[in-house]
């Protein structure tokens, strides 16, 4: 199995953490979706990473649809995301929120980085970023810090996305810290771990 992508992509990163979780071995190729594009779209045709390309050769694109395929044949009764009922719609709520907080973290960067100085707005990029500390805020709330893990007393997909999207709100310049407290005490204990651990992508 084949991972292709940088783990700085929370994408890519939360697919690594997930394969490390479930014990499964995979080489990886760290292509980053802007500086070497044609190879990544030799992958995936839309230009993004993360790809996995499986055994047999067929490549699954999208950290989504490559980490339900992961849960499907890996996960089983103990899947990352559980398979049905309130435990499944409580961990994609979680997921979907801090997905959609890279979402917005990284159309601020991509509008600070590729815009010409005279045309950047803004209030745009308030907009995004306020969006991502709105996000980070409501988890940080659903954080017991008596307990080890967000939800079900185990690892599940609602701790990885929210240790990517905390730790891309850091490097977009968010003090995690002083606002979510409770979440940034989460992630460092999750950092410890080896899935999370191992998969740290080097400095930059
Ligand atoms: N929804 C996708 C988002 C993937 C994504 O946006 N990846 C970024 C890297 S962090 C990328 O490849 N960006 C290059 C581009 O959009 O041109 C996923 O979950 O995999």
Redesign the pocket.
């Known amino acids: 199995m084949l991972l292709i992508g940088v783990n700085r992509?929370?994408?890519t990163r939360r697919v690594a953490i997930t394969l490390k979780a479930y014990d499964v071995p995979f080489e990886q190729r760290p292509l980053s979706?802007?500086a070497d594009r044609a190879e990544v779209r030799a992958s995936n045709p839309l230009?993004?990473?993360?790809a996995l390309v499986l055994d047999d050769g067929e490549t699954l694109i999208?950290?989504?649809a490559i980490i339900d395929h992961l849960d499907e044949i890996y996960g089983r009764d103990r899947a990352l995301t559980p398979a049905s009922g309130a435990d499944r719609r409580a961990v994609l709520k979680i997921a979907a929120l801090m997905?959609g907080a890279c979402d917005k973290g990284?159309q601020a960067a991509y509008t600070r980085n590729h815009t010409p100085a005279e045309r950047i707005h803004q209030p745009w990029i308030d907009d995004c970023n306020a969006q991502v500390t709105s996000a980070l805020l409501a988890v940080d709330a659903v954080v017991d810090p008596t307990r080890p893990y967000l939800l079900l007393g185990r690892l599940t997909q609602a701790d990885i996305t929210a240790f990517v999207a905390e730790r891309l709100a850091r490097g977009i310049g968010l003090d995690t810290e002083a606002q979510m407290p409770r979440l940034r005490t989460l992630t460092r204990k999750l950092a410890a771990e080896f899935p999370f651990s191992s998969t740290e992508p080097p400095a930059a």
Do not use: K
């Open positions: 992509s929370p994408y979706g802007f230009g993004r990473i993360p999208d950290s989504g997905m990284l």
